[in-house]
């Protein structure tokens, strides 16, 4: 099915550990986005794309990295987890009005 | 102030009941409102947008913006169980780019009641 796919879909990490969230849409859409979603502060943009080779920060992008090298592949770094990234991390990709969302990657760091 | 304000609620109405569902918004630039319904443990997905004001209407689902006011509301009637969720709005601007960008509410946690 066509889609927005995340992986991993679970992670626990500790304190000071890397790692990569993996985000691919198979729509050809030019824009991609990573959010995180707590309770109580809803949907908040960390880091966006318009475009292959293109990265822009959104509303909180402290302790994130971005890449987007490939159109379809939008990849959200954390070079050294704290427990206040704690979250629910969702990508989704756009065309017009028309955002799709990926499942979600929960992450404790603990 | 956020951008978009949202009561988050929980909400419980009985089945068969007409839903209301409302955002405010501070943002002047917004030109697209969205509602998006996400379901436990699921990724939001799109469920109406309009475009500045007026209203929409989609089966059950109709949704209203009145620009004037900066207030955006969604109405479901005859709910379902089905239908609860949590319900999003959202507001499209503009990003320093040029390019539009959504902002979204806290979500309202709806529960219909068999």
């Known amino acids: 099915n066509a889609g927005v796919t995340q992986t991993p879909k679970f992670r626990v990490l500790k304190t000071g550990q890397s790692m990569t969230l993996l985000c691919a849409q198979d729509?050809?859409?030019?824009?991609m986005y990573w959010y995180r979603q707590d309770p109580g502060m809803g949907l908040r943009l960390i880091h966006y794309?318009?475009?292959?080779?293109?990265?822009a920060k959104g509303e909180v992008p402290d302790g994130y990295n971005v890449s987007r090298l490939k159109k379809q592949n939008f990849l959200l770094g954390l070079e050294s987890a704290a427990p206040s990234q704690t979250s629910v991390y969702f990508c989704?990709?756009?065309?017009?009005?028309?955002?799709?969302f990926g499942s979600g990657t929960r992450l404790t760091v603990v | 102030q956020k951008e978009v304000e949202q009561d988050p609620g929980p909400l419980s109405v009985p089945e068969g009941a007409i839903v209301s569902l409302n955002c405010t918004y501070s943002?002047?630039?917004?030109?697209?409102f969205m509602w998006y319904r996400q379901y436990s443990r699921k990724g939001p997905e799109l469920l109406m947008y309009?475009?500045?004001?007026g209203n929409k209407e989609d089966g059950r689902f109709t949704a209203q913006v009145d620009k004037s006011s900066k207030y955006i509301s969604l109405f479901i009637r005859d709910s379902q169980p089905s239908d609860s969720a949590t319900y999003l709005c959202?507001?499209?601007?503009?990003?320093?780019?040029?390019?539009?960008?959504?902002?979204f509410g806290t979500g309202t946690r709806l529960t219909i009641i068999p």
């Open positions: 309009t475009y500045s004001s």
């Open positions: 943002n002047s630039a917004f030109q697209y």
């Open positions: 959202a507001g499209r601007g503009v990003s320093n780019f040029g390019n539009e960008k959504l902002t």
């Open positions: 989704a990709s756009s065309y017009g009005e028309s955002y799709t």
């Open positions: 794309s318009v475009g292959e080779g293109t990265t």
């Open positions: 729509m050809n859409h030019e824009y």
